[in-house]
């Protein structure tokens, strides 16, 4: 008995780690998604029954991402992450083919939500695999989450209508800047490498044990990790903003879903969010 309650601590642990990776992946303030996570948990211990745990989890995030302003849609993905993991890892130990199942779920869509789907749909599919393999077998539980499914893909269906449109030129325009940035940040990456001094052959042997001279060496070490880092978030949102572009959401803050403002697009076509969650 002690020994699945270890597992389950294990794996709840390790879907909260996947939960604050996947918000940090988002760009949500991690202190804040933080707080929704432990609320949301401590809020679901409140009852044994799982529609009423269900309910109140969606009521806290539908209030914490409204305070926020926040994509709930976005948040909503996250936590079926989530859920799918802890689940694929309890679900190891008694039946495996449900466990890989959660596992399967939870690698494929961490790594392809952002570029194939429109947030909300890993909520939705995620729903549906619960219908379909839960012990539940009550038609309340069916009709609550059949209602909670359709409302979200009528809510992304309703979002989808009021996207930001713009003429084909100014994408092409932006897709073709994007592209030709995405190269040389590459080749910049590249040369970073290849000029870093701790990656030199040789240098294991050859550098001097003086402190003075280690610590000249360092200086520009860290110069080159800095540049490095910023290399690559540049290059992420390049990444993002080609995949926004693909699917259809280019223009929309990924965090709170508005519009961003053409003049801003124009100066950065990288930027994936708006004025006021820039710094997020």
Not at 83 to 95: C, D, H, N, R, T
Not at 214 to 229: N, V
Not at 232 to 254: H, P, S
Request: glycine content about 4%.
């Amino acid at each position: 008995m002690q020994l699945i309650w270890v597992y389950i601590i294990i794996s709840v642990l390790v879907a909260f780690y996947a939960l604050w990776l996947e918000s940090k992946k988002d760009g949500f303030d991690e202190e804040k998604f933080f707080d929704l996570i432990i609320f949301s948990t401590a809020a679901t211990f409140l009852s044994q029954i799982f529609l009423v745990k269900y309910t109140i989890l969606i009521a806290l995030i539908y209030v914490f991402t409204k305070k926020w302003k926040w994509s709930i849609f976005r948040v909503l993905d996250i936590f079926a992450l989530g859920f799918s993991l802890f689940a694929g890892l309890y679900s190891l130990s008694a039946q495996v083919a449900l466990g890989l199942l959660g596992l399967g779920f939870y690698f494929y869509f961490s790594r392809y939500r952002n570029s194939r789907y429109k947030s909300g749909y890993v909520f939705v599919v995620f729903n549906i695999l619960l219908m379909i393999f839960s012990r539940q077998k009550e038609l309340i539980f069916y009709m609550f989450l059949s209602t909670i499914t359709l409302l979200i893909i009528f809510v992304r269906k309703k979002k989808d209508m009021a996207n930001v449109s713009f003429p084909k030129d100014f994408l092409n325009l932006i897709k073709t800047g994007l592209k030709l940035k995405e190269t040389r940040l590459k080749a910049e990456q590249k040369l970073l490498i290849k000029e870093d001094s701790y990656m030199q052959r040789g240098r294991a042997t050859d550098n001097s044990d003086s402190l003075d001279e280690a610590a000249l060496e360092d200086t520009p070490k860290e110069i080159s990790d800095l540049r490095k880092k910023s290399t690559q978030r540049l290059l992420i949102d390049v990444k993002r903003a080609l995949a926004a572009i693909k699917i259809g959401k280019y223009g929309l803050c990924e965090v709170c879903g508005q519009p961003i403002d053409r003049a801003r697009l124009m100066v950065f076509p990288e930027a994936t969010r708006c004025i006021k969650h820039a710094g997020n």
